[in-house]
């Protein structure tokens, strides 16, 4: 099943169920008007969506509509948790090694996670508004999970059964605020402005074997201006899986129906296949060259984030964002 | 105003208008089903409020009822942002003092704030639910503010018109789990659990000449298993006001309305008044007699948190909480 959020005078904005072929869709009102309304009644608000769905694949809906990705909020246009992991160990390691710094050994085992701002994502074609091209304005390419209710100090075994629903993210990141605040040792606050996310959000299911219960075996495919930035595989070389990411959130707390987790950046050790920031990529021209060539998103350019099937159709719709300026 | 949440089958409790010494209540279906749903639609709906609330505390409603404060939700049981700040900048430089490290001088002039879990937040009697007393379970006796919609690179000048409410907070901390998180560079997850706020959130008016649009006035008064344990003034040695604090959680991003600002563990360089944390009751005894004797909170401690007005009456009610050991 695929889920979206239309916009629409509610900051949740409607809730509709999308073809498999991301053509078509229809509202749900009889069922639910937001998304985070069907998540907080999940068992059974599902099997009615499904139903919808089903009628909606096989064109026996009069009240579908033609869908335009412009028209979209994120799948939830705002939520109550947003906590981005960073499970491809070398991505970070990379990061490190460029600025000479070691990785802790303890970073193979004890996942890192951040808290990030969650009032007010953008949608999947929304501009990303920066106020300087000096912020290093960067995107990061990631694969993100939609939880159900979940307890305190759930266990990697049973955190999978609560993951409802998978979607893209660009973890939209400003490079050049985060040394200033890494300093000060209390995350991420600046330099993680709004995320957006891809027009649809999936039942695990959509993946088939792809979705293996821990993580998506399928290549992550970033254009920046038109040109293929990369597409490294999502299910390679990430060192913890999503049930133990949800784990790691819920140690001192549950996790509440609609909480977001994050994989971070996707990164392969295969450098062949590029990367899903502008970050790893200088990182890897200081390394091999002894500087950064690439320059951060300038205003005017352009972020794409697609993952397709084996059989080539789009899962989640493409993220395509432009950068612009923040005009008070 | 004086409003707050009762517990009810929704996960944002129910909106009530409480009456100002805190004696009665009355629910209002016909303006707000929710304190989120009324800070959206602000400038319609706080008039509204308010001549409920004038009718309440003139005894004039049938509808009212004897409030017990155990029956409350915090005033928004879960909010799409929580950004608190680290505003008692000697508090900091205590707690680095006691480590032996330097305090930066920008520390002074760009404040500390990190991104806080905001899906469930404790209401201000729920207990605090640990796994372990070796995760060094502390509060954090603050003030926050409630925000409407706020716009990014908002100047400290004109954010303060976007202060709607003000509440107490206890923001609980588990102090043995931080180490391992600073050192990670990616902010406080494990170790910042849910937060409690005070029962009700009051309109600035509430405060009188106590609130100066950037401060609070006035002592906040923190009990631990009976004993006054501190009661600094809110007003005092706070190094960043509230509108310095929204202006640089905007820096990079709008701010939607909801979102709660916190201040930090109040905290003056007067230590007859004692401290509004563990952690700091601990790094005093460091400096003073070599080793920290006071132990973080057992099971089954209570903490009290508490905000007296000139003419003794209680602002926002009390938080009120025990620790209790989590069951899987």
Same mark, same amino acid.
């Given at each position: 099943?695929?889920?979206?959020?239309?916009?629409?005078?509610?900051?949740? !904005?409607?809730?509709?169920?999308?073809?498999?072929?991301?053509?078509?869709?229809?509202?749900?009102?009889?069922?639910?008007?937001?998304?985070?309304?069907?998540?907080?009644?999940? /068992?059974?608000?599902?099997?009615?969506?499904?139903? %919808? $769905?089903?009628?909606?694949?096989?064109?026996?809906?009069?009240?579908?509509? /033609?869908?335009?990705?412009?028209?979209? /909020?994120?799948?939830? *246009?705002?939520?109550?948790?947003?906590?981005?992991?960073? &499970?491809?160990?070398?991505?970070?390691?990379?990061?490190?090694?460029?600025? +000479?710094?070691?990785?802790?050994?303890?970073?193979?085992?004890?996942?890192?996670? $951040?808290?990030?701002?969650?009032?007010?994502?953008? +949608?999947?074609?929304?501009?990303?508004?920066?106020?300087?091209?000096?912020? +290093?304005?960067?995107? /990061?390419?990631? %694969?993100? =999970?939609?939880?159900?209710?979940?307890?305190?100090?759930?266990?990697?075994? @049973?955190?999978?059964?609560?993951?409802?629903?998978?979607?893209?993210?660009?973890? =939209?990141?400003?490079?050049?605020?985060?040394?200033?605040?890494?300093?000060?040792?209390?995350?991420?606050?600046?330099?993680?402005?709004?995320?957006?996310?891809?027009? %649809?959000?999936?039942?695990?299911?959509?993946?088939?074997?792809?979705?293996? !219960?821990?993580?998506? @075996?399928? *290549?992550?495919?970033?254009?920046? @201006?038109?040109?293929?930035? +990369?597409?490294?595989?999502?299910?390679?070389?990430?060192?913890?899986?999503?049930?133990?990411?949800?784990?790691?959130?819920?140690?001192? #707390?549950?996790?509440? &129906?609609?909480?977001?987790?994050?994989?971070?950046? =996707?990164?392969?050790?295969?450098?062949?296949?590029?990367?899903?920031?502008?970050?790893?990529? #200088?990182?890897?021209?200081?390394?091999?060259? !002894?500087?950064?060539?690439?320059?951060?998103?300038?205003? !005017?350019?352009?972020? #794409?984030?697609?993952?397709?099937?084996?059989?080539?159709?789009?899962?989640?719709?493409?993220?395509?964002?432009? =950068?612009?300026?923040?005009?008070?």
């Amino acid at each position: 099943m695929k889920l979206a959020s239309i916009k629409s005078a509610s900051r949740d !904005g409607t809730l509709i169920v999308v073809s498999r072929d991301l053509t078509s869709a229809v509202e749900v009102p009889g069922i639910a008007t937001s998304l985070q309304a069907a998540l907080e009644d999940w /068992e059974t608000k599902a099997p009615e969506l499904e139903a %919808v $769905y089903a009628k909606l694949n096989a064109g026996d809906l009069s009240a579908a509509f /033609e869908l335009d990705p412009v028209t979209l /909020e994120s799948p939830l *246009p705002r939520a109550y948790q947003w906590a981005d992991g960073s &499970a491809y160990v070398n991505h970070v390691e990379l990061v490190r090694k460029a600025r +000479g710094a070691e990785l802790p050994e303890s970073f193979w085992t004890d996942p890192l996670m $951040y808290q990030g701002g969650s009032d007010n994502f953008l +949608g999947p074609r929304d501009d990303i508004i920066a106020g300087s091209e000096d912020w +290093g304005i960067d995107f /990061e390419s990631e %694969v993100a =999970v939609i939880l159900d209710d979940t307890p305190m100090a759930v266990t990697p075994e @049973n955190a999978g059964s609560h993951i409802k629903l998978l979607m893209l993210v660009n973890d =939209v990141s400003l490079r050049n605020l985060i040394p200033a605040e890494l300093v000060k040792g209390f995350g991420f606050f600046h330099a993680k402005p709004s995320s957006a996310f891809s027009p %649809v959000a999936v039942t695990p299911d959509e993946l088939g074997n792809a979705w293996d !219960g821990g993580k998506v @075996n399928l *290549p992550l495919v970033t254009h920046l @201006n038109g040109d293929l930035f +990369g597409k490294p595989d999502a299910g390679t070389d990430m060192t913890f899986t999503f049930p133990q990411l949800i784990a790691h959130a819920a140690k001192s #707390r549950k996790l509440m &129906a609609g909480c977001i987790v994050g994989s971070g950046t =996707v990164s392969n050790l295969d450098r062949s296949s590029g990367s899903s920031c502008l970050a790893e990529k #200088r990182m890897l021209e200081i390394i091999d060259e !002894g500087a950064a060539k690439t320059p951060f998103m300038q205003f !005017g350019d352009r972020v #794409r984030i697609e993952m397709l099937a084996q059989d080539g159709h789009s899962i989640f719709g493409a993220i395509d964002q432009q =950068v612009v300026k923040h005009e008070a």
